[in-house]
């Protein structure tokens, strides 16, 4: 029953994305053989599609979930995942070239970006190592945290291991020799195993507490298939083996074969099943509208003022276009599947290198379904920002080049963002990759909205107060906030216009409009009038997600370790000297 | 990092402590019983906006006038000022007090975590020479320093704090209302920020049990414990008023100081013939 909640979870958890890998492979008791391996992760689709390209696999025709690698399918499920395989009972999964240097080389140059490969290289920096007597070795993780072994073992091209972590390999290998059947083997003489076909089963001492159990990892579990499953059952009920699902036809099962779940050493979770197995069919996720707007009383504090106080987020924002798509319609809104997918993309294009395994445990992305919003801008109602000035057009066109990166003279060239001052008073409330959170605390007449990027903290003020004079201005200006309901609607006034959103000026008007929707939901509007820029004014939206219970902001020092900044200024200098010296050469 | 105090240690720090609790009590009686306005919750109120006074800034101890940067003149000068540390003497261990009258001392100015624009810890950010505000939510207070846009979230609805998930510049504060004195913990610092410009500093091992009792509508006595086992050789205190800023516009305004750092920190890789900003 347990297990049945493995896939069930990412309902219930309302779009918590991420999927988990499902291996199977056909066996019977004593015979079993690996039926399948189910992966957990994001996007069902997407997963199908890396596996194709980069292991050879194949669709398994009529599903969009899963792939057969030689006689072995892999599943995949879109569920919450507590994060990769590495250091969980099943460490990684291993598969099998004909030219394991001419792979990593194709690999690498594909690059981090896009298709969320990562590389991992050995201690000397290497991707491949030649282990004498075995066959050469190399490893990278799939987009979604999958750690994958790459073999070159000319026995068996395609689908080659599964390696277990184990605190008693020895006693782990026997048990699945017992229980599954298979053949107690060596691997070339060095590695203990149990061979099932041409699949082996590979168990590392690990040495560091316990691994972690797989359900809840990338790589959820793993499936093996029986003659007859019942019969199965009641062997294996001889030998004590733990149940935590006794054979059944689950729910949306997509043929009548039963399954079953049971535990293995080190918390592996095993599936077994009956011949015809064809997995389950996803329910489709969606995004959460339990929050009812004309329903929703909005909370007050102690003093009486709409309450926001607490942790917020934009993860679930993040991905959303400022503008709609040319061409889009007027409704404007996507399927759950769609942003998902979108927010996939967009995060990925924005996390450059960093893979998506690290972004789903460590930033706790998965928690909020992405948003469904077409594009941030409703006004205009068309969702494209409105036409620029024949002033502003004049500017653009004889504005100086950008100056690249690497040509960055002083800090000054490479922006306040990057210098760790300010993201600026639209951008500042802008989602971000990581450290999304928003923390409101309020006391009578005074609300703080402190963001985790960059740690920028404004006290807005509701009472009607004196401004500051013309003579002083700020980065994020002086925020004048007022109640209109249980609107908080804030002016910001005296910028020093220092900083510009997509070309606007410094005489910019920036109005915020914060408004609690729901119990998790902080509708956040803003417009920005600049007639300078744009000839009419136009406002974006989205919405901050509550997340109180498991968050709170991390200090962002951004400035104290920007090592970025020397990095990036001692290249560009280098780059100089090169340069000075090839000319000095050519003379 | 937490390390928890020896008990050889540990024992003096009572004695220590009930003698803190003396001098504090003649001073509430020179004061007078003052009655505060209450918050919402009965507790004393808070919220406002407030700065310290004095050069506790420059150095806690008493010192006597001195150059600074001799292209500022007296500007950049070093005021004399009365020491707001509590018996006078900062009780640093043999290496450590060579730490700071050496290596930290010569390396002011640029070493110094404020002359780098870095988030200036606790207490320093209290008596920097800029307005704070506190504002006294419903479960959490917040106080929002101008320097470098620090700020800290005081969380007063956890009974038992975990220890802080990572070392931070400002630490993590847990805070309780012990009758009209405002009582934070502070703990879980990076120890790499300094108390002062004259060079004292701490280890990550520092906790700063803080004390902001008001005295009267427009002051708070500010009562800081200082121990580090690694760095001193007992607990020492603190202890200065802080005043409410009453002119009727008074805000914490922004001080988003990087971008005068960054000569200091990069100049060495600055390329400035072309260089027009």
């Known amino acids: 029953m347990k297990c049945r909640s493995i896939k069930v979870s990412s309902t219930k958890l309302i779009a918590k994305l991420i999927a988990a890998i499902v291996i199977a492979f056909p066996f019977a008791l004593n015979a079993a053989t690996p039926n399948h391996i189910q992966i957990a992760l994001s996007s069902t689709n997407e997963a199908v599609g890396w596996y194709e390209e980069y292991l050879d696999c194949e669709r398994v025709v009529g599903r969009n979930d899963a792939v057969v690698c030689g006689e072995t399918n892999i599943e995949f499920f879109v569920g919450r995942t507590v994060g990769g395989s590495q250091g969980s009972a099943i460490d990684h999964i291993g598969f099998s070239v004909p030219d394991l240097d001419a792979k990593m080389a194709e690999l690498e140059s594909v690059g981090v970006r896009g298709s969320g490969v990562r590389l991992i290289r050995f201690d000397d920096g290497a991707l491949v190592r030649d282990i004498p007597g075995l066959f050469k070795i190399a490893f990278i993780t799939d987009p979604w945290g999958t750690k994958i072994e790459l073999v070159q073992d000319e026995a068996v ?38 061979r099932f076909g041409d699949i082996w089963l590979l168990a590392t001492q690990f040495n560091d507490g316990r691994p972690g159990i797989t359900q809840g990892r990338t790589i959820d579990h793993i499936g093996f298939q029986v003659a007859d499953l019942d019969a199965a059952a009641a062997e294996m009920n001889q030998l004590n083996v733990d149940f935590r699902q006794d054979p059944m036809v689950p729910e949306r099962g997509r043929s009548d074969a039963k399954q079953a779940f049971i535990l293995g050493p080190d918390g592996v979770m095993i599936a077994v099943v009956e011949p015809g197995w064809e997995g389950i069919e996803e329910e489709a996720f969606s995004a959460d509208n339990s929050d009812s707007e004309e329903l929703y009383i909005v909370p007050r504090t102690p003093w009486g003022e709409p309450d926001f106080q607490g942790i917020w987020t934009a993860d679930a924002a993040h991905g959303i276009p400022l503008q709609r798509g040319v061409g889009a319609g007027e409704a404007g809104e996507l399927t759950p599947e769609e942003a998902a997918a979108r927010r996939e993309r967009g995060t990925l294009n924005s996390i450059w290198g960093y893979d998506r395994e690290w972004r789903d445990t460590t930033l706790g992305y998965v928690r909020s379904a992405p948003s469904t919003q077409a594009a941030m801008i409703i006004d205009p109602p068309n969702g494209q920002l409105p036409e620029t000035t024949e002033a502003y057009k004049q500017l653009v066109a004889n504005a100086p080049p950008r100056i690249p ?3 960055a003279r002083t800090p000054v060239d490479l922006g306040t963002y990057v210098r760790c001052i300010t993201r600026g008073p639209v951008g500042m409330m802008m989602p971000s990759i990581y450290n999304n959170g928003l923390q409101i605390i309020q006391s009578p007449g005074n609300i703080a909205i402190q963001k985790e ?17 013309d003579g002083l201005k700020t980065w994020l200006g002086d925020s004048h906030g007022r109640w209109e309901g249980d609107t908080l609607v804030v002016e910001v006034r005296n910028l020093n216009g220092r900083t510009s959103y997509l070309g606007s000026s410094a005489d910019m008007k ?78 | 990092m937490i390390i928890r105090l020896k008990p050889t240690v540990f024992l003096p720090f009572k004695a220590f402590l009930a003698a803190s609790l003396l001098s504090i009590s003649s001073i509430a009686q020179e004061i007078g019983n003052y009655e505060p306005e209450q918050a919402w919750d009965g507790n004393p109120d808070i919220n406002g906006v407030w700065q310290a006074m004095g050069t506790a800034h420059w150095d806690l101890q008493d010192h006597e006038a001195s150059a600074g940067l001799p292209e500022m003149g007296a500007i950049g000068a070093v005021p004399p000022g009365q020491g707001v540390v509590v018996g006078g ?20 100015p640029t070493g110094d975590p404020e002359t780098k624009c870095y988030l200036p810890g606790v207490p320093r950010a209290t008596y920097l ?18 320097f470098a846009e620090a700020n800290r979230t005081i969380h007063m609805n956890v009974e038992n704090p975990e220890p802080a998930p990572l070392d931070t510049w400002m630490g993590r504060s847990h805070g309780h209302w012990e009758g009209n004195t405002l009582v934070v913990d502070a703990r879980g610092f990076t120890g790499e920020a300094w108390f002062d410009r004259a060079g004292n500093f701490a280890s990550s091992s520092l906790i700063v049990t803080e004390r902001y009792t008001p005295i009267s509508a427009d002051a708070l006595l500010y009562e800081a414990t200082i121990e580090d086992p690694t760095v001193f050789t007992r607990p020492w205190q603190i202890r200065m008023p802080l005043y409410r800023r009453l002119e009727p516009n008074a805000r914490v305004i922004e001080y988003k100081c990087v971008e005068f750092s960054e000569e200091i920190l990069y100049g060495h890789l600055m390329k400035r013939e072309e260089s027009e900003d």
């Open chain 2, 129 to 146: 020479p800029y307005p704070f505000q506190i504002l006294q939510g419903t479960d959490k207070m917040m106080i929002v320093y101008g």
């Open chain 1, 405 to 407: 990166p690497q040509r």
């Open chain 2, 89 to 108: 003497e900062i009780p640093y261990q043999d290496w450590a007090i060579e730490q700071k009258q050496g290596p930290k001392w010569d390396s002011r």
């Open chain 1, 510 to 587: 920036l109005t915020q409009r914060f408004t609690r929707t729901g119990p998790d939901t902080l509708r956040y509007e803003f417009t920005v009038e600049d007639p300078a820029v744009w000839t009419e004014p136009w406002s974006g939206m989205f919405n901050f997600i509550r997340d109180d219970s498991q968050y709170e902001l991390v200090e962002y020092a951004c400035h104290e370790g920007n090592y970025g900044m020397t990095n990036t200024l001692s290249a560009a200098r280098t780059i100089d000297a090169r340069e000075a010296e090839e000319a000095d050469y050519q003379e």
């Open chain 1, 453 to 469: 990027m960059i740690h920028e903290t404004r006290i807005i003020s509701t009472e009607s107060r004196e401004g500051y004079g």
């Open chain 1, 157 to 194: 091209i395609g689908f080659h291991h599964i390696h277990l972590n184990s605190v008693d390999p020895v006693a782990a290998l026997d048990w699945y020799n017992q229980v599954l059947g298979g053949e107690r083997a060596s691997l070339k003489g060095m590695l203990d195993g149990v």
